[in-house]
């Protein structure tokens, strides 16, 4: 069995006297991909940023690699190293190129050699068919070549796991498609360990394993993806799917 790299337990989140999380429990094995879908506003975003120490949690424990995490700002900055993390706005610095934003992280955080790092940024924007946008800036980019950029510039860092913030909600719809098709072959080719936040129910069908579905803060059904978009357990799940056209 693949080995265990993130566990989180008893999970509690707050903002104020409001309560955003409610008691979320859940792990992720080595190569394994969780969607994690639901309604609008049911916390998907909160959850998957305060597994990136972006947000606070004021209850409960988060395990990384068999070793607590300590919620501090010095702790997560050298976490997120091994967490990569690619966000709806794409966040790329418009006064550096495609090739300087990939190397910013790798060469300034990670103190990796600039040359190596930028051989690797190359195979990856030919992958990814961007190799003729390495000198280009953000603003000459579509939506969809800045995310694939986003996309890039988290795995030049070599991460352990990566976690996807509803990446393709801000695309035109012609643009999704070759975005989700990247994720798909990091998740089928790559085996890579991913968390993704998506109201891509179809997409998420494909490549997920487990899925999270979350509503008001709480998690109603966890289970297998298979189990999830053909027999789902709780009459809220039918419901969504229903109302997603799926």
């Known amino acids: 069995m693949a080995t265990e790299l993130m566990r989180v337990d008893h999970l509690d989140k707050y903002y104020g006297d409001w309560q955003a999380l409610h008691n979320i429990n859940f792990s992720i094995h080595e ?5 994690l879908v639901g309604p609008s506003g049911s916390g998907k975003s909160t959850l998957i940023r305060t597994l990136n120490g972006l947000e606070p949690y004021q209850k409960g424990t988060i395990t990384f690699e068999g070793k607590k995490v300590t919620p501090d700002k010095v702790s997560w900055q050298k976490l997120r190293q091994e967490i990569g993390m690619v ?10 190129t495609v090739m300087g934003n990939i190397l910013l992280g790798p060469t300034k955080v990670q103190k990796r050699d600039e ?12 992958r990814f068919e961007l190799a003729d946008q390495a000198d280009a800036y953000p603003r000459q980019l579509s939506g969809g070549q ?10 030049v860092m070599h991460p352990k796991l990566m976690l996807f913030d509803e990446v393709t909600a801000s695309l035109d719809p012609e643009m999704v498609r070759g975005v989700l098709n990247i994720m798909q072959e990091l998740a089928k080719k790559d085996h890579m360990t991913m968390i993704i936040v998506t109201h891509e129910l179809t997409f998420a069908a494909k490549v997920a394993d487990q899925v999270l579905f979350l509503e008001d803060g709480r998690l109603r059904e966890t289970t297998s993806a298979k189990q999830f978009f053909t027999n789902p357990q709780t009459d809220r799940a039918k419901e969504f799917l229903a109302s997603m056209d799926y």
């Open 87 to 96: 966000f709806q706005s794409y966040d790329l610095f418009p006064n550096l």
């Open 115 to 126: 040359g190596e790092v930028k051989a690797e940024a190359q195979k990856l924007l030919e």
């Open 146 to 155: 800045k995310q694939r950029i986003a996309i890039i510039r988290a795995l």
């Open 31 to 35: 190569g394994e991909v969780i969607a």
